[in-house]
């Protein structure tokens, strides 16, 4: 059974510029998490897609946005990239949130670099 | 605020002997707990999942959980340089909620 995958594995940008950042779930999974793990630093959530609806969101500002597709797969938007959005970005899935387990699993991340 | 706390270390612990990594939860209603393990530059990867109080054990990985003094704790046993790695927390409650790691490091 295929894992949580995501792209790109490295992505490069400016500051000022978009970044488009994408995850496919393991399939049966329904819902997809991002986090942003700065280099040493915890997990810090970001977002949450269930059955195409966005349930929460973290303490970031709006210019981190994202969707779910028909498919579950997601994408993650930042705009106005600054610095300190440099990070390792992870996407988590898991059985959607009506069910009783919640473990996630995690794709292997996308680093972002912003110049 | 909800919370999951974790002794940041780092934890230094000699190569085939038991490491103890702890975390404490603020949540009482807090029902699943899952232990996931970080290497340097990597995605975590789920180890252990507990649900009920007192031990589970998987391999050389034993859970502890203890609903009433709202603390859970991996045991690693015979600990390898490859255990070298953080150990985060996550309790759910709603979503799962992440402690802040533990970097463990097995001395050879």
């Known amino acids: 059974e295929a894992g949580v995958t995501q792209s790109p594995t490295h992505l490069i940008k400016t500051r000022g510029q978009q970044a488009t950042l994408r995850c496919s779930p393991i399939s049966g999974h329904t819902s997809v998490y991002w986090y942003q793990q700065a280099l040493g630093l915890g997990l810090q959530f970001l977002l949450w897609y269930d059955e195409g609806e966005e349930r929460n969101r973290g303490n970031f500002p709006p210019r981190f946005s994202g969707r779910q597709f028909p498919n579950y797969s997601s994408e993650l938007n930042v705009n106005a990239l600054e610095l300190e959005d440099s990070a390792l970005y992870l996407c988590a899935s898991s059985l959607g949130s009506s069910g009783s387990i919640h473990e996630q699993f995690f794709g292997p991340g996308t680093r972002l670099t912003v110049l | 605020q909800k919370e999951v706390e974790q002794n940041s270390g780092p934890l230094s612990v000699p190569e085939g002997a038991i490491a103890s990594l702890n975390c404490t939860y603020s949540d009482r209603v807090s029902q699943s707990f899952f232990w996931y393990r970080q290497y340097s530059g990597k995605s975590p990867e789920l180890i252990m999942s507990?649900?009920s109080n007192g031990d589970k054990e998987d391999g050389r990985f034993t859970a502890q959980l203890n609903k009433a003094s709202q603390y859970v704790s991996l045991l690693i046993r015979d600990s390898q340089p490859s255990d070298s790695a953080t150990y985060l927390c996550a309790v759910y409650h709603y979503q799962l909620i992440w402690g802040a790691g533990t970097k463990l490091i097995i001395k050879p």
């Open positions: 507990i649900y």
